[in-house]
């Protein structure tokens, strides 16, 4: 007997009765469906924080304090920010950026918002962080060392202070003080759902600590290498120069991996680059797609048990059946494949659609994360749900073939 | 294996003489220690080509255990069988499969059509087990069908058939491989007394045509219709006698 026709039969088994195969199917459908499509979430994110991580700039280190104190030694300054930038002890620093960031409520025509970073720092923050201005001019040196009031917004605080005018040349009050807006950053794309990276200010350095936090240590630094490749020894460079600027033990180690660094008795400042945030971020990207996957996978062996009961209620219920086939002289291995292939077809039936099902679910953007399907992922969950097919189909397929042909007969 | 592809046509022209069936002190007994059941003490029963037998026995005379045995659902504890010139009591599975599809149609009391499957394909099934090809299975199974004259219920499925309808379905499954025996297992213990002589006058038909069938049934007015009465009783046939099969 050719296995076409064997097929045929076990086709006719699954179409007996519709609504139940139906349903197995859909147990299966919902963990292939489950599986490509958490895999493609977590990979989607994935790449979203990637991307937005590299529109930050890899090639920027930031220092940030870690001391609690307001003037002690090992305080981070705007001196020591100017040492970073030592063309001899220092070769691979682009530029330097001393960064002093407050979170005051901004007020213009009495709206008020209150912005999340405002940051005072020097103009060449803007091309370190790689952010473009959409309109307006940033500010200038001459505004820093000037104490200029003057800003640069948001693209978040923008639409919150001045819904539909034009904010640059108008003013807003931030901290009983008057700045003139110059500009308007470009719309920056969001890192996760954390926080908003729109939601900033960006004034001079000296404005913001003339009218605000006060001439105190800056609280970060930002640097900017010459290079992408360089950012290692750039780091290596600032290490040294913040050592002996501090004081501290030539051999002291500042570099923390991710929010690492700065044990007891270690230095005061904590450094950051990039490349690590990258690395930290994308590890807990991956954890994040293990676990939805891990998730997902349990959904689809849950459907492969659904399978194994429903194909046992099926050999229970046509034991008779399968008593007749014997009778006529159907052979143990055409009934075992009849089984296994009704099994089978379920699980790849169920399969398909759930791929189809997952390929049109990814169309769409789910919790603010678009999804990218993992191609491996497709392979991985047909083929396990075929295997599923095989696997738990054999138990109900070999006891069906193992029955004797009078047990089946007299069977009610 | 070649040896039971021999066609069936075939053997009829060997003549009336060449036993079929030859069961040789046949017992089968079930379980052990004090719950043992001696079903068959000892059966001994030739048919030749061509006959019609009849078994009759109260129930538990063991009737439904040789007719297991003779049908190749069941293997015997001891003695022999040659079906057809075949030695088949010790076959292992797979081989009584094979003797069972290609040697013995089986007509049941409950009919044992596959539901949701039309006459047609019913009448097939032994066929499509046997490899034929799908043309000429259906041709088969058609004349078949024609010969216990359904052919024009051919697409009906058993549910909508009546219960002789059924039973006619079943018999044109048991000669469609053409085998060398029919067995009919209380073929019309579920039907009324007009269904009863539609099946029994094909049954007629296929003797007359000179198909050999061992029928089991405990109604006397069945058994009156074979040529050859044979009677069981606590697993020992205590009557075999001739009888002219009138109506």
């Known amino acids: ?412 | 294996m070649t040896l039971y592809l021999v066609d069936g046509a075939h053997r009829t022209t060997e003549g009336p003489n060449r036993p079929v069936l030859d069961v040789r002190d046949l017992t089968k007994v079930y379980g052990q220690g004090e719950a043992t059941v001696h079903a068959l003490r000892g059966v001994s029963l030739t048919v030749a080509a061509g006959d019609y037998v009849a078994i009759m026995g109260s129930s538990g005379s063991g009737k439904s255990t040789l007719m297991n045995i003779l049908g190749c659902l069941d293997v015997p504890s001891a003695g022999t069988y040659r079906l057809d010139g075949v030695d088949v009591s010790r076959l292992d599975d797979a081989r009584l499969a094979l003797v069972r599809n290609r040697r013995i149609g089986f007509v049941f009391q409950s009919f044992n059509l596959i539901p949701r499957t039309s006459a047609v394909a019913n009448v097939e099934l032994p066929l499509a087990y046997a490899g034929v090809k799908p043309a000429e299975r259906r041709r088969r199974a058609l004349a078949a069908l024609d010969m216990v004259g359904l052919a024009g219920r051919a697409d009906h499925e058993p549910n909508q058939l009546s219960g002789g309808q059924q039973q006619r379905v079943a018999v044109a499954r048991a000669l469609v491989t053409e085998p060398a025996l029919i067995l009919a297992d209380e073929p019309t213990g579920n039907l009324d007394s007009r269904s009863t002589e539609e099946v029994l006058a094909i049954l007629d038909q296929l003797h007359t045509a000179g198909r050999t069938i061992v029928m089991i049934t405990h109604e006397t007015e069945v058994a009156a219709r074979a040529r050859r009465l044979v009677t069981l009783f606590d697993g020992r046939i205590t009557t075999d006698v001739r009888q002219d099969g009138a109506r």
């Open chain 1, 1 to 412: 007997m050719s296995l076409l026709e064997i097929l045929r039969f076990a086709g006719r088994g699954v179409a007996a009765n519709k609504l139940r195969s139906a349903l197995t199917m859909l147990g299966i459908l919902i963990g292939v469906a489950a599986v490509i499509l958490l895999v493609a979430v977590g990979n989607g994110s994935a790449q979203a924080v990637n991307r937005s991580i590299e529109a930050l700039g890899t090639n920027t280190i930031t220092v940030s304090s870690t001391a609690r104190g307001g003037t002690t030694p090992s305080a981070l300054t705007v001196d020591i920010a100017r040492s970073l930038h030592d063309p001899a002890l220092a070769p691979d620093v682009r530029a330097v950026s001393p960064v002093v960031s407050t979170t005051p409520t901004m007020t213009h025509a009495g709206t008020e918002h209150p912005v999340a970073q405002f940051l005072g720092t020097h103009p060449s923050y803007f091309g370190s962080s790689n952010s473009p201005l959409a309109a307006g001019a940033a500010f200038t040196d001459q505004d820093v060392a000037q104490g200029r009031r003057v800003v640069v917004l948001g693209r978040t605080v923008a639409t919150e202070l001045f819904a539909d005018t034009d904010p640059v040349g108008q003013q807003v009050t931030v901290g009983g003080a008057l700045f003139t807006v110059v500009g308007v950053l470009a719309e920056k794309s969001s890192a996760s759902g954390f926080s908003d990276p729109n939601d900033l200010a960006v004034a001079p350095l000296t404005a913001v600590q003339q009218t605000i936090t006060g001439y105190g240590p800056v609280n970060s630094i930002l640097v900017e290498a010459t290079g992408p490749d360089r950012v290692n020894a750039a780091q290596q460079q600032v290490t040294q120069i913040l050592n002996q600027r501090l004081k501290l033990p030539a051999g002291t180690a500042a570099t923390g991996r991710g929010g690492g660094g700065g044990g007891a008795g270690a230095a005061p400042y904590r450094i950051q680059n990039a490349a690590q945030l990258l690395a930290t971020r994308t590890e807990t990207a991956q954890t994040f797609t293990v676990l939805l996957g891990t998730v997902a996978g349990i959904s689809l062996l849950v459907g492969g048990i659904g399978i194994t009961n429903i194909m046992l209620v099926t050999v229970t219920e046509r034991t008779r059946e399968i008593g007749i086939r014997k009778a006529l002289g159907a052979p143990r291995r055409t009934i075992l494949t009849q089984f296994l292939a009704e099994a089978t077809m379920l699980s790849v039936l169920g399969g398909g659609l759930g791929v189809a099902a997952a390929l049109i679910g990814s169309r769409f953007t789910i919790v603010g994360v678009q999804p990218v399907i993992v191609p491996s992922s497709v392979a991985l969950a047909l083929g396990v749900s075929v295997a599923i097919g095989l696997f738990f189909g054999s138990v109900p397929a070999s006891r069906a073939a193992g029955l004797r042909p009078i047990d089946a007969l007299r069977y009610e």
